[in-house]
């Protein structure tokens, strides 16, 4: 091989490689869908073989099975920009069944590196109201996303409820997430 088709070959193989480290790195995540958390709710008064509960890496899955009409996500890992929608966000069950019952405003969450103990990262949008019929929107920054964001989930969980003893009793507990992930560089 001549110094020329060295050079060459040296060029494709750089060229090749700053290609895949770029297409490795994902700068938007979009959620086609989102659903609702679908498992009964949890009694901690029961042994912990019979506890159903449904975490996301630590988050703890909501209080209520929660069922969505439509709803999708994106969010830029290296802006933070940040977009939801949810409609028809509504409790199945229990005497709020087809409604929100007291949530009175969700979070989007970016869990990054879920399960992971070491890296694990949840990323909160500010709180949103919703409406009666399970209607919320958001469109703004998520803030803080590490470099390494794995395996990206987005969540939306409660943020406060209609109950003037405790607000805050159920904030952070998801009740939707999204599916149908896809990633673009």
Known sequence: MNQ???????????????????????????WKN?????????????PAAENINNPVGNVKSGTFPWSVRAGFA???LTTGSTYFVVHGLVINGQI???????????????VCNAGDQTAEVELDTPDVS???????????MINGIPAACTSPVFLIR??????????????????ATGTERSVRP
């Open 158 to 175: 409660i943020a406060t409820i209609a109950d003037p003893a405790n607000p805050n009793g159920a904030r952070g507990f998801w009740i």
């Open 74 to 76: 994106r969010v830029n």
């Open 4 to 30: 020329t088709s060295k050079k060459r070959v040296a060029l494709a193989g750089l060229l090749l490689a700053a290609l895949s480290a770029s297409s490795s790195f994902a700068a938007e995540v979009n």
């Open 130 to 140: 919703i409406d009666g019929e399970g209607n919320a929107r958001f469109s703004g």
């Open 34 to 46: 989102i659903v609702g958390v679908i498992t009964a709710p949890d009694d901690p008064t029961t």
């Open 96 to 110: 709020f069944s087809g409604t929100p019952g007291p949530v009175q405003t969700v979070t989007g969450t970016l």
